[in-house]
T-cell receptor
Framework: SQQGEEDPQALSIQEGENATMNCSYK?????LQWYRQNSGRGLVHLIL?????REKHSGRLRVTLDTSKKSSSLLITASRAADTASYFC????????????FGGGTRLMVKP | DTAVSQTPKYLVTQMGNDKSIKCEQN?????MYWYKQDSKKFLKIMFS???????INETVPNRFSPKSPDKAHLNLHINSLELGDSAVYFC????????????FGEGSWLTVV
């Protein structure tokens, strides 16, 4: 199964609402990253949180990490229609060498 | 200028054919990757290539082979294509000066008929 698993698989909200996506993983990590993928495009890095950090902010993004529960969440505040995309968490684990392992993604739709 | 570029963007081919997807990065990165994204959007690492060290995901069939003529290029060769190979293939790169961020290409849509 995927190292990172996102929840929910799909999320539909109205513009202006907040969107929360969760990610769970199995092994010890060096860091956890969130990426965004617009339809038909490649993935774009959003934010990285290290294993010794608990929370990180970047603009309207807020990421938390709970290493005891092996989980992370991505919060997008005041969502916009342009935030419509798939969001993936990726783990940079101790045992995976130089490779990031991605989850299945959350497909977010923000309705105008 | 595109940082990670891959060609072709779309490829439709028949079963049994051999095809290649090219990838180039102009970021000066040391490590390059190939990922496969299936119809359910799952991204699976296929290969990691760093300073002539190749790390292969053991689940990848040996019909798939990466070729790196130099540090800026990592091409993907696929022999005897099968229907199940239809997917989007992403090239990516990572450098020591970019921290742990991976930069992705725009993807190559492969359809095997």
């Amino acid at each position: 199964s995927q190292q990172g698993e996102e929840d929910p698989q799909a999320l539909s909200i109205q513009e202006g609402e907040n969107a929360t996506m969760n990610c769970s993983y199995k092994t010890s990590i060096n860091n956890l990253q969130w990426y965004r993928q617009n339809s038909g495009r490649g993935l774009v890095h959003l934010i990285l949180i290290r294993s010794n950090e608990r929370e990180k902010h970047s603009g309207r993004l807020r990421v938390t990490l709970d290493t005891s529960k092996k989980s992370s969440s991505l919060l997008i505040t005041a969502s916009r229609a342009a935030d419509t995309a798939s969001y993936f968490c990726a783990t940079d684990s101790v045992t995976a060498g130089n490779m990031l392992t991605f989850g299945g993604g959350t497909r977010l739709m923000v309705k105008p | 200028d595109t940082a990670v570029s891959q060609t072709p963007k779309y490829l439709v081919t028949q079963m049994g054919n051999d095809k290649s997807i090219k990838c180039e990065q102009n970021l000066g990165h040391d490590t390059m990757y190939w990922y496969k994204q299936d119809s359910k959007k799952f991204l699976k690492i296929m290969f990691s290539y760093n300073n002539k060290e190749l790390i292969i995901n053991e689940t990848v069939p040996n019909r798939f082979s990466p070729k790196s003529p130099d540090k800026a290029h990592l091409n993907l060769h696929i022999n005897s294509l099968e229907l199940g190979d239809s997917a989007v293939y992403f090239c990516a790169s990572r450098g020591s000066h970019s921290g742990n961020t991976i930069y992705f290409g725009e993807g190559s849509w492969l359809t095997v008929v």
